[in-house]
């Protein structure tokens, strides 16, 4: 008789939609490609102090023979724990880029990714359908094969929500880094990225539009903002003002740093780097600073591109064994 009475009841619980919708983590999202936004286990449930700090250094816009050895010097003398130089994340326009520039990127083991070819906001769901085409046919047409191409960054941080994602969905790309969260900016609550799979309580974004459709298997990257002298900015350069010297830009970057390291999450860190930070000697001299010194003073910190910080998250390995992850070889 129990029997009889629990399954029917069981039956219900199981397919009342609020149930279905519901992520829940090792049960109905796995890795590696499902990820709950609010899962309070770090990846492959290591401890904090065994995950290797990811740091994501991005660039957006315009990428051509003028601008790409402002970028590239960054990195230079800086080597990763397993001795190999980092690389860097680039989300094109087409707009001002040189696509020989983006395929000598590649070559040189770089992430191309994509935004939109004006680097204007598409208007509508047909705009952001046109908008990843055809940068993913100017992509690929420069010899960057399709299936390396999978990530996309909204212009200026705007998140074009379903929209957007139908274009991610339709165009076979992967993931976003749009999404600017003021909600979860704290050293105890930075998110590791997450897929769309269940969209009930998903992040708002601050800017733009938030997805309101589920969408399985694609990740978003949210971008913490930054905070300066009590100042609260998105990106880099709308904190300019605040920073006069190349120790302020450094402490920038270094305090937002911190918090991801020193937090309880230890979620990767994504420097967003607009092509203006840049163009400003001071703030260029810090943030060459903030990434020798990170690299100097941390064994368990690692600059890696999107794609390889999505490589970590789907097959976790803890900090000492890094070294040997296939994915972040050179
Ligand atoms: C590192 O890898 C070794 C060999 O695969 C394994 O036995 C060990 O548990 C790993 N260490 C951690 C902390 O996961």
New binding site residues.
Partial sequence: MWKLAVTPLAFLLLTAPGVLSQCRPGDNCKLPDCRCWDDTQLPGSLAAS?IPQMVIVSFEYGINSANVDSYLELFDGITNPNGCQPKATFFPTELNTDFTVIKSLYDGKHEIAMTTPTGAIPLDADEWKKAFSDMKAKISGAGVPESEVIGTRGPELYCGGNDQFDSIKENKLVYDSTCVTLEYTDKNTFLWPFTYDYIENTPECTIGKTPTMAYPGMWQFLVADLTFKGTKCASPSACSLEIVDSQDAFDFFYNSFALHYEGTTKAPFILYIDPLWLSVEHQRQGTKQFLEFIRAAFDDTWIVTTQQALAWIQTPV?S??ATDFQPWEC
Wanted: hydrophobic share 50%; net charge negative.
């Fill in positions: 065994d803890a000492v064994n």
